[in-house]
């Protein structure tokens, strides 16, 4: 079946550091990716999505382009802050039927100090 | 404003006793979700519905039951049939399912059972 696999944390960082979190995929047909974060004690909130193939997602500083040709998501940050530290999810939309059903990753920890 | 709201934020049990998560969405949309968050392991799928009076079981139902009597609501309860019931709770809402899968999350509960 579907699934997300992301790069184990966690991630620590100074401020200002670049930042990369590998996301990869297996899916059949064409799934919507997606990051979401989660800050410590809160739900998720959507970081930034890409539908299809090529197209590149952004939001905050954060990008991830849609890679078909290596099933990839990977999130980057030029330059990161102490309050981009949370735990980052990859997800795809299951395509079975049309349930549209998310698939997670198990999540990064990103630490970032001054 | 617009969001999902989950209640109680923290709640406490003892075991052998059913418990019922709360959650409550007034963004008009149809598809309603539950997940399960333990460290370590990402989200996993409860149940989901897409419509009002219906729902489907998820990748871990056993031990959970729901409700869809309103489009607004929908209940989790945690049963004594559930074997490891502490963890992270969280409910999400999405436009429809089948869509481009985005979805929308409330705050969580933390459900403690001893």
């Known amino acids: 079946g579907d699934s997300v696999t992301q790069m184990e944390g966690p991630v620590t960082l100074s401020e200002e550091a670049f930042l990369t979190i590998n996301c990869t995929y297996t899916?059949?047909?064409?799934?919507?990716l997606f990051w979401y974060v989660q800050y410590p004690g809160e739900g998720l909130q959507l970081l930034l999505k890409a539908t299809k193939a090529d197209d590149k997602g952004s939001n905050k500083g954060f990008e991830a382009t849609y890679r078909k040709e290596t099933t990839s998501f990977h999130l980057e940050k030029g330059s990161v802050q102490v309050s981009d530290s949370a735990v980052y999810f990859c997800a795809l939309s299951d395509q079975k039927g049309s349930q549209g059903n998310l698939i997670f990753g198990k999540g990064t920890k990103l630490s970032v100090k001054p | 404003d617009g969001g999902i709201t989950q209640s109680p934020k923290y709640l406490f049990r003892k075991e052998g006793q059913n418990v019922t998560l709360s959650c409550e969405q007034n963004l008009n949309h149809d598809a309603m979700y539950w997940y399960r968050q333990d460290p370590g392991q990402g989200l996993r799928l409860i149940y989901y519905?897409?419509?009002?009076?219906?729902?489907q079981k998820g990748d871990i139902a056993e031990g959970y039951s729901v409700s869809r009597e309103k489009k607004e609501s929908f209940p989790l309860t945690v049963t004594s049939a559930q074997k490891n019931p502490t963890a992270f709770y969280l409910c999400?809402?999405?436009?429809?399912?089948?869509?481009?899968?985005?979805?929308?999350f409330g705050p969580g509960t933390r459900l403690t059972v001893t």
């Open positions: 999400a809402s999405s436009i429809s399912s089948g869509a481009t899968g985005e979805q929308y």
């Open positions: 899916a059949t047909g064409y799934p919507s």
């Open positions: 519905s897409q419509i009002v009076n219906d729902f």
